[in-house]
C-alpha cells in the first residue's frame, strides 16, 4: 500500500517553523515528515527540535550532500536523529551536481555512481559498527562507531536516472526521486531499481517519489507555482535530461533563473504541468495525478507545496497539506 508523507516545503530559519508540519504528520495519517538539503540550517537539528516540543514523529533526509560530511558522520547524524526522536529514520545521500562537488572537494567525482555505492556502504558499515577498514576509490573509512540499540536507521539514494537506479537497487533501502514524473518512474526508474536488487539477490529498494503539486484555485497561476517550486532544477542538465527522457517537452534554451519569469522560462512551466512533472487541478484531477505514481510502483508519494509555500506563505502551505490528505482521506 503506497504511503503518504510531507515535505517541509522551504528551510526553516527559525525551529519553530517546523512545528506546524511535525505536528501535520503528528495528528494526521501522514507516513514522514521529510527535509531536503539545506545550506542555511541543519535538517537533522530541525527534527530533534521538533522532538523536543512534543513532534516525535519519522524522518526523512532527502537527499544530504554526500560531498558534505564523512560517511561515518553522516552514520552518526542518523543514529543520534532516530534516539532523539525515538522514530525510525531514512537517510538519502546524493552526490550533488558537479559544481558542487567542484566546490567541495576541489574536484567533481569521476563516478557518481562508484561514488555513491562506496558512500552508502560505509554508512551502513558505519552504523553497524563492525570492524572492517574500507578503502574505495572515494571513500576510506576505518570503524570508530560501536552500534546502539534503537530505532531503525535506513539509506536512502537519491536517484533521477536509470544508473542510480541500479546502484540504489544495490545498495539502498529507498530510491528518492525529485521532479520526476509518473510514466518516467513507471518505464524507466521502477524496472531499473527491480532488475538489479534481483541481480544483486536482495529485496528490491522502495520507491519514494517528491511530487511537486498544487490545488487549482481562481487566484492561482498554476505556472507560476511550478517555476517558484522548480525554477532552479530547470537549469541543471541533469534534471532538464531527465524530464526529456520522461516526456516533458522543455524548450532548449536553458531559462537564467533570475528576475521576472521571461516567455521562455514561463513555457519551461507550462511544460512541467503538461508533462505530468507538476501536478495542479481540483480534487479529481489530483487525486488521479497521485494515482499514476502508485500504479507506477511508488511505494511513498511525498507531498512537496513548495511552490505554494513560495507564493503564498508558510500558513498557506500548511493549509494546503491538510487540504491534501484530507482529500486521500487522511485527515478530517
Known amino acids: 500500500m503506497t504511503a503518504y508523507s510531507v515535505l517541509v516545503p522551504f528551510v526553516p530559519s527559525r525551529p519553530e517553523q517546523m512545528l506546524p508540519f511535525a505536528g501535520l504528520v503528528h495528528w494526521t495519517g501522514a507516513h ?24 516525535r514523529v519519522p524522518a526523512g533526509l532527502g537527499v544530504t550532500l554526500m560531498p558534505l560530511r564523512h560517511p561515518t558522520e553522516a552514520a552518526l547524524q542518523a543514529r543520534s536523529l532516530s534516539l532523539m526522536t525515538g522514530e525510525p529514520v531514512l537517510a538519502g545521500y546524493g552526490p550533488g551536481a558537479p559544481g558542487v562537488q567542484q566546490a567541495l572537494l576541489g574536484a567533481p567525482y569521476r563516478s557518481p555512481l562508484t561514488a555513491a555505492r562506496e558512500y552508502l556502504g560505509a554508512v551502513r558499515a558505519a552504523l553497524a559498527g563492525g570492524p572492517e577498514v574500507l578503502d574505495g576509490t572515494y571513500v576510506h573509512q576505518e570503524s570508530l ?11 536512502g539514494l537519491g536517484v533521477l536516472r536509470p544508473g542510480m537506479a541500479r546502484v540504489a537497487g544495490e545498495v539502498a533501502d ?3 526521486t525529485w521532479l520526476t514524473p509518473a510514466r518516467y518512474l513507471r518505464e524507466h526508474i521502477v524496472p ?8 544483486t ?29 522548480n525554477r532552479n532544477h530547470l537549469r541543471a ?11 516533458v517537452d522543455l524548450p532548449d534554451e536553458v531559462p537564467e533563473g533570475t528576475g521576472p519569469p521571461d516567455d521562455n522560462e514561463l513555457l519551461q512551466g507550462k511544460a512541467l504541468i503538461a508533462g505530468d512533472a507538476f501536478l ?25 507545496v513548495t511552490g505554494v509555500a513560495r ?5 498557506a502551505a500548511t493549509k494546503e497539506l491538510r487540504a491534501l490528505l484530507t482529500l486521500l482521506g487522511l485527515a478530517v
Request: net charge neutral; aromatic share 6%; charged share 20%.
Open 32 to 55: 514522514r515528515l521529510w527535509q531536503g538539503q539545506s545550506l542555511s540550517t541543519e535538517s537533522h537539528q530541525g527534527f530533534a527540535y521538533a522532538a523536543g516540543a512534543g513532534f
Open 145 to 155: 562507531l560501536r552500534p546502539v540499540p534503537g530505532p531503525k536507521v535506513e539509506l
Open 174 to 176: 529507498a530510491a528518492i
Open 192 to 199: 531499473a531499481v527491480r532488475e538489479s536488487a534481483e541481480r
Open 201 to 229: 539477490g536482495r529485496p528490491a529498494p522502495r520507491v519514494v517519489a517528491m511530487v511537486p503539486l498544487a490545488l487549482e484555485a481562481h487566484d492561482r497561476d498554476p505556472v507560476q507555482l511550478a517555476l517558484a517550486s
Open 237 to 247: 542538465a541533469h534534471y532538464r535530461d531527465m524530464l526529456r527522457r520522461g516526456g
Open 280 to 304: 495542479y487541478g481540483g480534487p479529481d484531477g489530483l487525486r488521479a495525478g497521485l494515482d499514476a505514481y502508485r500504479e507506477a510502483g511508488v511505494d511513498e508519494i511525498v507531498l512537496n
Open 311 to 315: 507564493v503564498f506563505g508558510p500558513q
